[in-house]
């Protein structure tokens, strides 16, 4: 029998970037922000537990990468969306890099990420 896994945050992008790229795609030049959102909308998936990050995406959501927070170096994160959303890095022991885009909450995310992988650092937000 596992270890209980508590959920902390599940769902897709905040719903605000697919209707800022909506309005963009009135415009014939920010078409593929458009479809950018929409694809993201539809596919993209995050789950934040008290063992793992989990994100589901690409094309028709068939790709899932899991990190556990033993691998986690470093969380940046930038606020977009009048700060409603935001994206964040998440940067892992061998230097590779995790992207979360559109986060809801991304703040209380970021901070939750932080305490369980045991970063002593501040969140780095940029405004």
């Known amino acids: 029998m596992g270890i209980k896994e508590d959920v902390y945050f599940e769902g897709g992008p905040h719903v605000g970037e697919l209707i800022f790229g909506l309005l963009l795609g009135l415009t014939v030049?920010?078409?593929?922000?458009?479809?950018?959102?929409?694809?993201?909308?539809l596919w993209l998936?995050?789950?934040?537990?008290?063992r793992r990050i989990t994100i589901t995406g690409g094309w028709m959501g068939r790709d899932?990468?899991?990190?556990?927070?033993?691998?986690v170096a470093k969380v940046v994160s930038v606020s977009?969306?009048?700060?409603?959303?935001?994206?964040m890095v998440v940067t892992l022991k061998d230097g590779s890099k995790?992207?979360?885009?559109?986060?809801?909450?991304?703040?209380d995310?970021?901070?939750?990420?932080?305490?369980?992988?045991?970063?002593?650092?501040?969140?780095a937000a940029a405004a």
């Open 29 to 41: 030049i920010c078409l593929p922000i458009t479809a950018g959102a929409v694809v993201r909308a």
């Open 45 to 50: 998936r995050y789950r934040i537990t008290s």
């Open 64 to 71: 899932r990468t899991d990190v556990v927070y033993s691998q």
């Open 80 to 87: 977009r969306g009048i700060g409603l959303w935001g994206d």
């Open 98 to 107: 995790l992207e979360l885009k559109a986060v809801p909450k991304f703040r």
């Open 109 to 123: 995310v970021a901070a939750y990420i932080e305490e369980k992988a045991g970063i002593g650092t501040p969140m």
